[in-house]
C-alpha cells in the first residue's frame, strides 16, 4: 500500500468535503494498492472506493483471482449475473456500496458517469508518481528500455528481403516476454513499402523488397511502468528521394529533442517543431502529436499548441515526429526521454548519436 498516496486522497476527501474518493483506473489502482503487476484493460478491472475510514475494492471474480491484497481492503465481490448484465463491469456491486455508506458526494480523477451522485473533479495525485519517476521507478524505467533494446536488435538481425510484417510482428511479440517484458504496451506495427504512408495501417503479409522503408513500433510494460519506441529503417538501397526526406525528418527530429529542455512552455516547444517543419515543406505531411503520455498511463505531459504548462525537470515524455506522404512513404520516430538539464534519450540504441539513414538500414 502507497501510503503516502492514500494520505493525500484521505487529506483531499477532508478538504473537498467529500464522502469518498473513486478510482477507475486499473493501473493507479493496482500503484496506490503497491501491486507491482502488468494487466491490460481486459484482464482485470476493478473499482476502488476511498473514504475517510476504509478502502473498498469492487471486481468480479476473474479479476480478484489474479490479486492478493491486505486485510484492511474490503473485498467486493459482483455476482456473475450482474456483471454479465451491466458490459462485464462490477457496476451493480458499487452501487450498493455507494447507498449502503450514505455516499453521495465523490471524488475523481476521472470522467465518470454516475447519475444521481455527485460527481467532484479533483486534482490526481498520481501524475507526480508517473511523470516524475522515483529511483525505483526510473530504475525499472532503465532494465525496461534494455529489453526493448534486446528486442530490437535481436529483430532486426531477422529481417531480410522476402520476409513479412507478420512474420517480424510476431517475432517482436514473441522476444518481448523472451527477454522479460511481461506485456505488451499495445499492438506491436511492423510495416513495409508504400504501407508506411498510411499513419494507421497494421501489419499484413506485406513482404520487404529492396530500398523499401520499413516502419517498426512497440512497447512493453514491466512491473507496471512501460517503455515504448518507434524506428524507421531501410534495407538495400533506398531511392534517393527517400533518402532526402530521411535527412530532413531526422534533422527535424533531432533538433526537436535538442530544443525540449526544462523552463520551456510546451506550447513553445510545439510551435518551434511546427516551424522546422513548415521551414521544409511538409506542413501537411505532419501526423501529430508530438508528445504523448507514457504507456499505460493515459493522461499527461502532451506537446500540443494549446498547453501553458512549463515542463520540469524531471518529468518522463514520450516523444515523436511522424511525416507521412500518401502513396508513397511514411518516416516516424518515437523515443523516451527524461528531462534534466536536457533532453535524456532512455531509447537511445543508435551507433551514432545522430539519425542519419546509415544508422538505420538493416
Not at 516476454?177 to 513495409?192: C, S
Not at 529533442?257 to 517543431?273: A, D, R, S
Request: net charge positive.
Amino acid at each position: 500500500m502507497n501510503k503516502e498516496l492514500l494520505g493525500n486522497i484521505r487529506k483531499t476527501i477532508s478538504e473537498e468535503k467529500l464522502d469518498a474518493v473513486l478510482l477507475t483506473d486499473i493501473y493507479k489502482i493496482l500503484h496506490l494498492l503497491g501491486i507491482n503487476a502488468s494487466f491490460n484493460f481486459i484482464e482485470i478491472g476493478f473499482y476502488l472506493l476511498i473514504t475517510k475510514k476504509e478502502i473498498h475494492l469492487i471486481g468480479d471474480p476473474f479479476s480478484f483471482s489474479q490479486i492478493k491484497v491486505g486485510k484492511e481492503i474490503k473485498k467486493e465481490l459482483e455476482s456473475l449475473p450482474k456483471f454479465r448484465e451491466n458490459a462485464m463491469r462490477p457496476i451493480k456491486r458499487l452501487k450498493d456500496i455507494l447507498k449502503k455508506l450514505k455516499i453521495k458526494r465523490i471524488g475523481s480523477f476521472e470522467d465518470i458517469d454516475l447519475p444521481s451522485y455527485e460527481i467532484v473533479s479533483i486534482e490526481d495525485p498520481f501524475l507526480k508518481s508517473f511523470l516524475y519517476p522515483d529511483e525505483n521507478r526510473l530504475a525499472i524505467l532503465k532494465e525496461n528500455s534494455s529489453i526493448c533494446n534486446k528486442v530490437l536488435q535481436g529483430t532486426l538481425e531477422r529481417i531480410k528481403e522476402g520476409c513479412s510484417e507478420i512474420s517480424i510482428r510476431n517475432t517482436i511479440d514473441e522476444s518481448i516476454y523472451e527477454f522479460g517484458g511481461e506485456r505488451r504496451a499495445f499492438p506491436t506495427k511492423v510495416i513495409f513499402g508504400k504501407n508506411t504512408a498510411n499513419p494507421f495501417a497494421i501489419s499484413n503479409n506485406t513482404k520487404l523488397k529492396d530500398g523499401d522503408p520499413l516502419f517498426i513500433n512497440f512497447g512493453l510494460i514491466r512491473s507496471g511502468v512501460g517503455i515504448e519506441v518507434a524506428r524507421t529503417y531501410t534495407i538495400g538501397t533506398p531511392k534517393e528521394e527517400f533518402k532526402e526526406l530521411y535527412r530532413k525528418t531526422s534533422t527535424i527530429y533531432r533538433k526537436f529533442l535538442e530544443f525540449i529542455t526544462p523552463g520551456k512552455i510546451i506550447k513553445e516547444v510545439y510551435n518551434y517543431v511546427c516551424g522546422l517543419i513548415k521551414e521544409n515543406g511538409y506542413t501537411e505531411n505532419f501526423i501529430e502529436p508530438l508528445g504523448i503520455p507514457l504507456s499505460p498511463i493515459k493522461n499527461g505531459v502532451i506537446i500540443s499548441p494549446n498547453n501553458t504548462s512549463i515542463l520540469k525537470p524531471g518529468v518522463i515524455l514520450s516523444l515523436q515526429l511522424g511525416l507521412h506522404f500518401p502513396g508513397k512513404y511514411g518516416i516516424r520516430f518515437q523515443d523516451v526521454v527524461i528531462l534534466q538539464e536536457k533532453a535524456i534519450i532512455l531509447t537511445n540504441y543508435l551507433s551514432k548519436r545522430s539519425y542519419d539513414i546509415s544508422t538505420h538500414q538493416v
